[in-house]
C-alpha cells in the first residue's frame, strides 16, 4: 500500500488480527513503496497501529538496519534491505534460467525486454535487458507495476483458471493512468480472453504514455509461477505490425524459459 491508497492494515490472521510478523513487514511495505521518506504521524495515519506499538515496530526495523530515519524523524528504506534484495536477485532461479532468452530476444528486437512475475494484483520486474536505444519508462528492476494495465501482467493473467482470475479482478482497484487504461472488470477479462486466443498479450500506451508493447505469457506450475517476458518501446516508432512481428520472438523465448526450468531445475519437491 502506497500513502496515496490510505487505509488500515487488513487482517490476515485468525479473528483479523495479524501476528508480530506480519504487522512488521506491513509497516515496512509501508515505507518501502512510499514515493517520500515517511513521518511518524504519516504511519500513524496509514498503518492503524496504537501509537505506542507502532513506535516500538518502528525501533525493531530501525535497530536491524530494514529502516533508516533521518535528523528530521522521517523514515526510508534501510541500507539493509538493498543488500537482501541484491542476494534475492543474483539466486533468483527464475532470473538466473530466463537471462540468455532475454538476452537473445533483445538482440533479435532490438527494443527493451522485460521479465515479470505476478505477484497478486501486480507484476513484478525480475529484470530488464535495455534496447539499443534506451527510452525513459517507469519499468526498473524490483518496481511493482497494475498487471491489469501492463503487457507483462495481463500476459500472466491470462494463465489463471477462470475462478483464480474471477476472484483477483474483483479485488482490482482501476486507476486509469492513461486514456487507454481499462477502466473495469469487464473491459479486462475481454482483453483477457483475446489474450488467450491468441497467445500473447498488448499494452497499447496503457500504463505509460508513448510507451507500448507485446508479452507472452510464462506457467510453471512445478515452480508455482506465473510470469511473461516483453518487447518495449515508444508507440511513436513501434507499430502494431513491429509489435506481431515480436510477438512469435517472445513466445518462443516464453516457452525455451519454461522448457529451461523444467529441465534445469526438476519438479519442485
Not at 518496481?143 to 482470475?165: H, I, Q, R, W
Request: glycine content about 10%.
Amino acid at each position: 500500500m502506497s500513502p496515496g491508497q490510505g487505509g488500515a492494515i487488513e487482517g490476515k490472521g485468525q479473528g483479523g488480527d495479524t501476528g508480530t510478523l506480519g504487522k512488521l513487514m506491513a509497516l515496512l511495505d509501508l515505507v518501502a513503496m512510499s514515493d517520500r521518506p515517511m513521518r511518524f504521524t504519516d504511519l500513524l495515519s496509514l498503518s492503524g497501529q496504537p501509537r505506542g506499538t507502532l513506535h516500538r515496530q518502528l525501533t525493531h526495523l530501525v535497530g536491524e538496519g530494514l529502516l533508516d530515519v533521518d535528523r528530521e524523524g522521517r523514515y526510508q528504506p534501510g541500507i539493509r534491505l538493498l543488500n537482501l534484495a541484491s542476494r534475492s536477485w543474483a539466486r533468483n532461479e527464475l532470473r538466473i534460467v530466463a537471462e540468455p532468452h532475454l538476452r537473445r530476444l533483445q538482440e533479435q528486437t532490438g527494443e527493451t525486454v522485460h521479465l515479470g512475475v505476478l505477484r497478486g494484483v501486480e507484476v513484478i520486474y525480475l529484470d530488464k535487458v535495455e534496447g539499443r536505444q534506451s527510452v525513459r519508462m517507469y519499468s526498473q528492476i524490483g518496481n511493482a507495476s497494475p498487471a491489469y494495465c501492463t503487457g507483462v501482467g495481463k500476459a500472466a493473467l491470462s494463465t489463471m483458471d477462470d475462478e483464480s482470475l474471477g476472484t483477483l479482478v474483483a479485488g482490482i482497484a482501476f486507476q486509469p493512468f492513461t486514456a487507454w487504461t481499462h477502466r473495469d472488470a469487464s473491459a479486462l477479462l475481454a482483453d483477457i480472453a483475446a489474450i488467450r486466443a491468441r497467445g500473447y498479450a498488448f499494452d497499447h500506451e496503457e500504463h505509460e504514455a508513448g510507451i507500448c508493447c507485446v508479452a507472452a505469457p510464462i506457467r510453471s506450475d512445478r515452480h508455482n509461477i506465473l510470469a511473461g517476458v516483453s518487447v518495449t518501446g515508444p508507440s511513436y516508432r513501434v507499430t502494431l505490425e513491429n509489435l506481431e512481428c515480436w510477438a512469435p520472438l517472445a513466445s518462443t523465448a516464453a516457452a525455451a524459459i519454461i522448457n529451461d526450468m523444467h529441465s534445469l531445475l526438476g519438479p519442485r519437491r
